[in-house]
């Protein structure tokens, strides 16, 4: 069973346009949604995270928008640009000691920003 | 650089065998965290320790183990390798339990032939 459920699974965005990634989890236990940004050859590294107590959460030109009772939450890249090619995972946790709800990834998106 | 280093960067063996993954995590970090990434699983959670004891378990295989020593670093033990678990091992590590950021590193690609 997937728990967490991310779309599209690839896409592909002019320079300076808006890239725009979907999630949608089902464990509303789930109380914290980090996106991570992968690179060939390299681990995930987070990118930015969100609790469920807000809607929106903005870094740079990096935005979580979360909503809370269709659970979903998704990624939005303004003037995404050609080094943020890279594939995108959403994920969820739970906070608890002990669970096997530790990061729960999507399945991920590959992004292409083309010049 | 996140800081977590993984050793070997690549490994090829065959069928049957056993292999040993090796991670060490951040200066100061108490947790480390694995995961597998597969083309058809993706990345999923395998186990975590913390401080040298299992704090969390996921899809782990019965065939997989792994341990943490007292210098916090940790080793993901796979015997009688299939196939199926060719894939990019990740290490990633956090300051403690709970809801931490969580720092990886550069991966172990296993090849099972």
């Known amino acids: 069973q997937q728990q967490v459920k991310q779309s599209p699974q690839s896409l592909i965005v002019q320079k300076g346009g808006i890239s725009i990634i979907n999630c949608a989890y089902e464990n509303t236990a789930f109380d914290y949604f980090p996106w991570y940004q992968q690179f060939p050859g390299k681990g995930p590294a987070l990118l930015i995270a969100i609790r469920p107590d807000v809607s929106e959460k903005k870094e740079g030109r990096f935005t979580i928008s979360f909503n809370k009772s269709a659970k979903q939450f998704s990624l939005h890249i303004m003037d995404s640009q050609p080094g943020d090619s890279a594939t995108y995972f959403c994920?969820?946790?739970?906070?608890?000691?002990?669970?096997?709800?530790?990061?729960?990834f999507g399945t991920g998106t590959r992004l292409q920003v083309f010049p | 650089d996140s800081g977590v280093t993984q050793t070997p960067k690549h490994l090829i063996t065959a069928t049957g065998q056993r292999v040993t993954l090796r991670c060490s995590p951040r200066s100061g970090d108490l947790s480390v965290y694995w995961y597998q990434q597969s083309l058809d699983q993706g990345l999923q959670f395998l186990i975590q320790?913390?401080?040298?004891?299992?704090?969390a378990k996921g899809n782990i295989l019965e065939r997989f183990s792994a341990q943490q020593f007292p210098d916090l670093h940790s080793e993901l033990n796979l015997s009688s390798l299939e196939l199926g678990d060719s894939a990019l091992y990740f290490c990633?590590?956090?300051?403690?339990?709970?809801?931490?950021?969580?720092?990886f590193g550069p991966g172990t690609r296993l090849t099972v032939t």
């Open positions: 994920a969820a946790e739970r906070d608890s000691d002990y669970n096997t709800d530790k990061l729960i």
């Open positions: 990633a590590s956090s300051a403690g339990t709970g809801l931490y950021e969580q720092y």
């Open positions: 320790y913390y401080n040298g004891e299992e704090r």
